[in-house]
């Protein structure tokens, strides 16, 4: 059994800061942010959790499919910006939305956890355990970025996209092939050193700022580039497609720079690569289902075209996956 993306949905907060924000703020520029990442403007939420943020985009998501939450049957959140440690925010949408026939869990791939979620949504369907599957990619990464950081604070975003897998008819459309790459000795590079076991919240670590996300930038930079051009070439390779063939790459959205790299080595034409970043930043997990989204509601995507999913992130995480679009 093929499965597929059948319906889209995204929410950004209304709240936008553009860099402006930060130039009063902090020591950057807007040209300093724009050239070397860029971002035009990012939305922070001012109230409300990830949740808050998926539910939204959840319910555009099963409106345009016409079908209610009770329809559900499996619900995954991709974050690193979760409501709570406990419990899962999939169970706080569950509630939320009223999905009261489905089960699921939260996955922590941070950059990377969308497609991982993907995958996973993917096989769940493929072996018949579930039937309509809710995936969401989503973080309120003002949650736990520094404002007074500026190598971080300009950087990141909030939102959330969420995608319906479903069993298809049509075996020559869908989620066709992925690869999966994981590298452990990433930590250091990409992380937050606070409130998890290894670091439980005190005191001292909230006085310290352990609970922000730390970034060594050049080095995430260059694993990125690399990471993202290997994920996409080999489940490129694996299928006989070709770049030509390719009708759009989607990548995660963390710097232009890196798209731009990524494509150059690819030798595909920026207009053939799906960028929003500019007015969104780097929203983490919901960079890649916020621009599929985008993109269908936008009519640009059409059935049968080739697209190429394909993120890098904190861990090391990397991950593409091939699928042809199945949306009429
Ligand atoms: O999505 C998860 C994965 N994350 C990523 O993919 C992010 C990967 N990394 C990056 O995108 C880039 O490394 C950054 C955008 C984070 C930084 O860009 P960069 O070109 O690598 O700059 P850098 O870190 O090498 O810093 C260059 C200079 C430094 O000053 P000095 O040491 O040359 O005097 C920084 O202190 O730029 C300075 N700087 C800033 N200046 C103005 C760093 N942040 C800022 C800022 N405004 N916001």
């Known amino acids: 059994m093929r499965a597929a993306i059948t319906a889209t949905g995204h929410y950004v907060p209304p709240e936008t800061y553009p860099n402006a924000y930060f130039e009063r703020r902090l020591e950057t520029t807007d040209a300093w942010i724009r050239s070397r990442t860029g971002i035009a403007e990012r939305r922070f939420m ?10 939204p985009a959840a319910r555009r998501c099963l409106d345009v499919r016409g079908i209610s939450p009770t329809a559900v049957d499996c619900i995954i959140v991709a974050t ?3 409501d709570r440690l406990c419990p899962s925010t999939a169970a706080v949408v569950q509630r939320k939305l009223g999905a009261v026939h489905a089960w699921g869990f939260d996955l922590a791939g941070a950059c990377s956890g969308f497609v991982y ?4 949504a993917t096989k769940l369907v493929e072996s018949g355990a579930a039937r309509r599957v809710l995936l969401s990619g989503a973080d309120r990464m003002s949650s736990v970025v520094d404002p007074q950081d500026r190598a971080t604070a300009v950087l990141f ?3 959330a ?8 008819e049509d075996e020559s459309v869908g989620i066709l092939d992925h690869v999966c790459r994981m590298n452990g000795e990433g930590e250091a590079a990409l992380y937050i050193p606070a409130g998890g076991s290894v670091e439980p919240a005190s005191v001292d670590s909230v006085a310290k700022r352990r609970h922000f996300v730390v970034q060594d930038g050049p080095a995430v930079f260059k694993a990125a580039v690399t ?7 080999e489940v490129l390779k694996r299928n006989d497609v070709t770049v030509a063939d390719l009708t759009w790459l989607v990548p995660h959205q963390a710097n232009r720079r890196i798209i731009e790299a990524v494509a150059k080595r690819l030798g ?3 207009d053939r690569v799906i960028l929003n970043l500019d007015r969104y930043g780097n929203t983490v997990g919901a960079t890649i289902p916020i621009a599929l989204s985008e993109w269908n509601e936008q009519g640009r995507l059409a059935p ?3 697209l190429v999913l394909s993120a890098f992130g904190a861990g090391f995480t990397a991950g593409s996956i091939y699928l042809r679009w199945a949306i009429a």
């Open 80 to 82: 690193m910006t979760p």
């Open 161 to 168: 996209g969420t995608v319906l897998v479903e069993p298809v």
């Open 117 to 120: 979620g993907l995958v996973v």
């Open 157 to 159: 975003g909030d939102g």
């Open 46 to 55: 001012s109230v409300g959790g990830t949740s808050d943020l998926i539910v």
């Open 268 to 270: 595909l034409g920026l």
């Open 304 to 306: 049968g075209d080739r």
């Open 227 to 233: 990471g993202m051009a290997e994920v996409t070439e």
